[in-house]
């Protein structure tokens, strides 16, 4: 991974990653990341797209990863739209490097959820997108959590965390996988995967009270049917998801999104549920199947009409 920074929207650098093929690229695929994590996460997926001719690109959020810089891990400056807007620049880039090839971008758990932000913000930016650990959530509990979110931003600060916040975000995760062995057991049945995530200092640390407030307020957004309809309805969509992935409410959430998709007019939507998947498909057991199902539809795809 060759590593290079650009400027963050809320202001300072941000960590990327690069990885490039040997010969001509034939697309670009961009990767956004997801709560708690960073991009070193996603080394191997990226090395098996490059060594088949992908460029993959990729950036540590504000507070997360090599992004960090003032010890405050979990944090937007600037909010859930200027995360979004740090995708857009790295686009930007990317595009300027590589230009005159299809653009791809790739957004797993919370950055599934900036990536559906991003599609109906940039609708003709992308020539397909792959989303995946994504769920949907019932209005009311939103609104639920935005509340808890702003009493508890008064009581403690947006940069710092709360234990009633955290429990609300991930408290029930673990819950259908129990006896459970670690608090991360829901992301993935590879003990291995969970024991190096549960190790690693940039991971499964507790969202500050700002970076839930944002994510709410993201969901909230991606969830309104004037958005929905905004999405360039001819973009290529492919959902990826664990069928036991608490994120996706063990699908049912996932296909309440695809649902939500395709009333909105989206006309190419493909599904992959893993039925004994967990959170991340890209690290389960199967994960080269699931590589191998991410390269096939990539490599099938008709460009999209913009």
């Known amino acids: 991974m060759q590593e290079f920074y650009i400027a963050s929207k809320g202001g300072g650098q941000l960590r990327c990653g690069l990885w ?28 098996f797209l490059a060594a088949r001719g992908f460029v993959v690109a990729a950036d540590d959020h504000m507070g997360h990863g090599g992004s ?10 600037g909010g859930w739209l200027a995360a979004m807007a740090d995708e857009k620049t790295l686009h930007d880039k990317m595009a300027a490097d590589f230009p005159g090839i299809p653009y791809y971008i790739l957004g797993h758990s919370m950055g599934s959820f900036l990536l559906r932000t991003y599609l109906y913000t940039y609708p003709d930016a992308l020539d397909a997108a792959v989303i995946s650990g994504t769920g949907w959530e019932a209005m009311p509990k939103v609104k639920a959590g935005q509340l808890v979110c702003k009493i508890e931003e008064k009581r403690v600060g947006a940069q710092n965390t709360s234990k009633l916040v955290t ?3 991930f408290g029930s995760y673990n819950k259908p996988f129990a006896p459970v062995r670690t608090k991360n057991d829901w992301i993935c049945s590879v003990d291995e995967v969970v024991d190096a995530y549960t190790a690693d200092p940039w991971c499964g640390f507790d969202a500050t009270v700002g970076l839930a407030r944002d994510l709410l307020s993201g969901v909230e957004m991606n969830e309104k049917r004037e958005n929905l309809e905004k999405m360039n309805k001819q973009l290529p969509v492919l959902f990826v998801s664990g069928g036991k992935d608490p994120v996706g409410g063990m699908s049912r959430g996932v296909l309440a999104c695809i649902d939500a998709f395709k009333r909105a007019g989206m006309k190419r939507v493909a599904i992959r549920i893993y039925p004994e998947g967990r959170h991340e498909m890209l690290n389960e057991s199967n994960h080269e199947a699931v590589y191998g199902d991410i390269l096939s539809w990539l490599e099938a795809l008709r460009p999209a009409v913009k």
Request: charged share 20%; aromatic share 12%; no cysteine.
């Open 167 to 169: 429990q609300l975000m």
């Open 68 to 77: 960090v810089t003032d010890g405050v891990y979990g944090y937007f400056r």
């Open 20 to 47: 490039t093929p040997e010969g001509a690229p034939r697309a670009v695929v961009q990767i956004i990341h997801g709560i708690a994590e960073h991009i070193g996460r996603y080394d191997d997926f990226a090395k």
